[in-house]
């Protein structure tokens, strides 16, 4: 089958590899229909999570399943399929708390496993023909069949979630206000979850303008950080108290103004832009190793962090893998119902072949290139 493979530094390429099968009774084989790019993708693209030459990417993947194993007993063929990108046993301490993003059983001795990801198992990609799919009966989301709402079921297998999980990490409620720092697709994601959860304002720190443009389409408030500070922005906004809750949809790739790479700028910054007692969500990825950091302590993942401030104004905060599984069912259920139309982020859909290019795009932030989705 084709599928795209890392090569080096800045270069995949859409290759033939082997046709993945049934490994294990449990085990379906799914053909993909729609698969996109995802910003934690560009950490590998971009050599900053060091990727084997020879992996194929992609964990963000639907499609309709083509086989299925003997010990598989609810999903059948012809199902159409979306695949949160954790990967999981469902059976595990973690996966029983409904804590899917730490599975114990997928990559041991490490919690967690995803699709076409370094370090996150032997799971390969779906930005290909096909795809297996382990524990299926567990990590299927069934979805009504036809091709109805293709590239809104797309968004369910990372970015939707993710971008909700923000909202669920800042511990949002109705009427609160909260800041959003990145309107990439899961800033924007986390937004436009914040909307539904019925926040009073949101507000969403990028400099980039047609990101920006895209969350003012959902009624969020735009904050360039390349024309002022951000977190005077905010709290000039917010009587002077800073946001009720933030999330951070940035990570360790954050940058100055100017686009120097400063890895806790939105950390540090998210502190003074929420109020006392406010909560942070972060999903925005950090990471224990960063070989292109911009010094040797944030190349081993410790940052300049601002614990005293933190401290001082008796904010929480919560971190981590989003879980994709806890709420797919949910938000697929509000695109069903006609509620939720999460593609808005959708920005250019090309097929399989033309991956490199789309690649080489979206890492330059070019206009138009938000959230790639591959048709294979
Ligand atoms: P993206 O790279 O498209 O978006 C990041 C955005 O942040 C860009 O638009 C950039 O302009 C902006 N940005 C950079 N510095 C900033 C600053 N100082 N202030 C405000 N904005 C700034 O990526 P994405 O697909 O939206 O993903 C965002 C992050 O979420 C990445 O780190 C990704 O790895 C991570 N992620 C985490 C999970 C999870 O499970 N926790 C899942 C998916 C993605
Ligand atoms: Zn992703």
Redesign the pocket.
């Known amino acids: 089958m084709r599928a795209v493979v890392y090569k080096d530094v800045n270069s995949v390429a859409v290759e033939q590899v082997d046709d993945p099968r049934i490994e294990a009774p449990t085990d379906v084989l799914v053909r993909i229909t729609t698969t996109a790019i995802?910003?934690?993708d560009?950490?590998m693209y971009e050599g900053r999570t060091v990727a084997e030459t020879g992996i194929v990417f992609g964990h963000e993947n639907m499609g309709i399943v083509e086989e299925v194993g003997s010990g598989v007993s609810r999903i059948r063929k012809g199902d159409r399929v979306s695949l949160p990108?954790n990967v999981a046993c469902g059976f595990c301490r973690n996966c029983l708390a409904q804590k899917t993003?730490f599975c114990l059983t997928v990559n041991p001795p490490y919690a967690g496993g995803a699709y076409g990801y370094v370090g996150m198992g032997p799971y390969t990609g779906g930005q290909a023909e096909y795809l297996r799919v382990p524990f299926a009966d567990f990590n299927c989301l069934v979805l009504p069949p036809g091709d109805e709402h293709e590239n809104d079921f797309a968004m369910l297998a990372?970015?939707f979630p993710?971008g909700y999980?923000?909202t669920v990490l800042a511990d949002l409620n109705p009427g609160e206000t909260i800041v959003v720092?990145?309107?990439?697709?899961?800033?924007?994601?986390a937004a436009y979850s914040a909307m539904l959860k019925g926040a009073s304002k949101v507000f969403v720190?990028?400099?980039?303008p047609g990101?920006l443009q895209l969350a003012e389409s959902i009624g969020a408030i735009p904050v360039d950080?390349s024309a002022g500070d951000?977190v005077e922005q905010v709290v000039d906004q917010t009587d002077g108290m800073g946001a009720d809750k933030g999330v951070d949809?940035?990570?360790?790739?954050?940058?100055?103004?100017e686009g120097e790479e400063?890895p806790a700028?939105?950390l540090n910054?998210l502190v003074d832009a929420v109020r006392h007692t406010g909560r942070l969500g972060?999903?925005?990825?950090y990471l224990p190793q960063d070989p292109g950091a911009p010094d040797e302590n944030a190349a081993n993942g410790r940052l300049l962090f601002n614990v005293g401030r933190f401290f001082e104004k008796g904010q929480k905060m919560g971190t981590?893998?989003?879980?994709?599984k806890a709420y797919n069912a949910q938000l697929r259920d509000l695109i069903i119902a006609g509620r939720a139309t999460p593609s808005f982020v959708v920005s250019k859909e090309v097929p399989l072949d033309e991956a490199p290019d789309a690649y080489a795009r979206?890492d330059r932030?070019e206009e138009g290139y938000?959230?790639v989705v591959l048709k294979p």
């Open positions: 995802c910003g934690s560009l950490h990108f993003a990372d970015i993710t999980h923000a720092f990145g309107a990439g697709p899961v800033g924007l994601m720190v990028d400099k980039v990101r950080f951000p949809a940035v990570g360790y790739q954050a940058t100055a103004a400063q700028v939105v910054q972060v999903v925005g990825l981590g893998q989003a879980d994709a979206f932030r938000s959230k």
